[in-house]
């Protein structure tokens, strides 16, 4: 890596956020002002379909510390996320909504953590009274659900607003799958972490791009990702329910030899075909969501398309000139 490289990289990812860049830049400015590391910061710009690329390009105008790369497309928050690490050069990169839900000024605090020793250092939210009541309770069966059936365990509150030192950033990039949940990849990769505690502020601007069933499809991309429980549990049913069947056999074997034919059980029989049935169609539909995301995974596409840089020719010259 060259000198010039900036000892932080704070990567934003950025979705029709047009009203919040003003606020964003504002506060941000000041804290990385009153900071002794240099910085970088790298928009991404994740096709906004408002005039966000064009603040974002009116900011870069103004600073050489900051750049974005404009996605081709929208392709979600987690891999705009991941397009920010792979063009991040920092020592540590910072990780941030642009909302203002993520206070900035917590940075100092952060990189107070890194130089500490710490690789992994979250924000950790105190409270979710900024989000709908029903987003808070599936949220927390959702956690509930992945520490005890999945491998990873994940602490309380840490979401994406983090610290993530150089070798834990490479460690995360290392890691191409599609259907990505970043919360899963930060856990999974370990390194030695802690949370800062901080209360998450409301959106400045703005709605929340995440309604429910974007937030199911996410839960549920999570949930696969890093267990392998609803796979496993059909055989266990089939076992159990093949066990109950035999049981139920003998009993009536038993009862006609005793006692001979009685009537005919229409009800019992049409209750448990549909019964059985619906057990297989949710077995296959548990087997076809799998296959889905090895599906994905298998066509090896790119993560994402970059269609458009901005201040990156000032890095590029700089390399050139010093070989
Ligand atoms: N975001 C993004 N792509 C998307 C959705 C969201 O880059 O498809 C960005 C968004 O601009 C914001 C961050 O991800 O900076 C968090 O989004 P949001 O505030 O909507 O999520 P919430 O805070 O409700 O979880
Ligand atoms: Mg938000």
Not at 152 to 166: C, E, K, N
Not at 173 to 198: D, Q
Not at 276 to 287: E, K, N, P
């Amino acid at each position: 890596m060259s000198s010039d490289n900036p000892d932080i990289s704070v990567v934003i990812p950025v979705f029709n956020e047009a009203n919040n860049l003003a606020l964003l830049n504002a506060r941000l400015s000041a804290v990385m002002a009153g900071c002794e590391q240099s910085f970088e910061v790298i928009f991404v710009n994740d096709g906004s379909q408002d005039d966000t690329l064009e603040k974002i390009r009116s900011l870069c105008e103004q600073s050489t510390n900051f750049r974005a790369l404009s996605l081709s497309r929208n392709f979600g928050k987690e891999v705009a996320i991941t397009a920010g690490l792979d063009k991040a050069r920092g020592d540590a990169v910072i990780i941030m909504d642009a909302d203002l839900q993520h206070p900035p000024e917590l940075i100092s605090q952060f990189i107070e953590k890194w130089r500490q020793g710490f690789k992994n250092v979250y924000g950790q939210r105190l409270d979710r009274t900024t989000d709908p009541r029903l987003r808070t309770i599936f949220t927390k069966l959702f956690y509930r659900l992945v520490n005890k059936f999945g491998d990873i365990s994940l602490p309380s509150g840490a979401g994406d607003y983090r610290l993530l030192d150089r070798q834990a950033v490479d460690a995360l990039l290392s890691m191409r799958e599609r259907a990505r949940f970043n919360k899963g990849l930060y856990a999974w990769i370990g390194f030695r972490s802690i949370g800062v505690p901080y209360s998450v502020e409301s959106r400045a601007a703005g709605e929340s791009k995440f309604n429910f069933s974007r937030l199911m499809q996410f839960a549920l991309d999570g949930f696969m990702s890093f267990s392998s429980v609803p796979l496993k549990i059909w055989t266990y049913a089939g076992t159990l329910i093949s066990g109950f069947a035999l049981a139920m056999a003998s009993y009536y074997w038993i009862r006609t030899m005793l006692f001979g034919v009685d009537l005919p059980g229409f009800p019992s029989l049409i209750v448990s075909i549909t019964f059985f049935s619906g057990v297989q169609l949710i077995s296959l539909g548990v087997i076809g969501e799998y296959i889905a995301r090895i599906f994905n995974e298998v066509k090896g596409r790119p993560l994402y398309l970059i269609e458009e840089t901005i201040n990156y020719e000032l890095i590029n010259k700089k390399e050139k000139q010093t070989p």
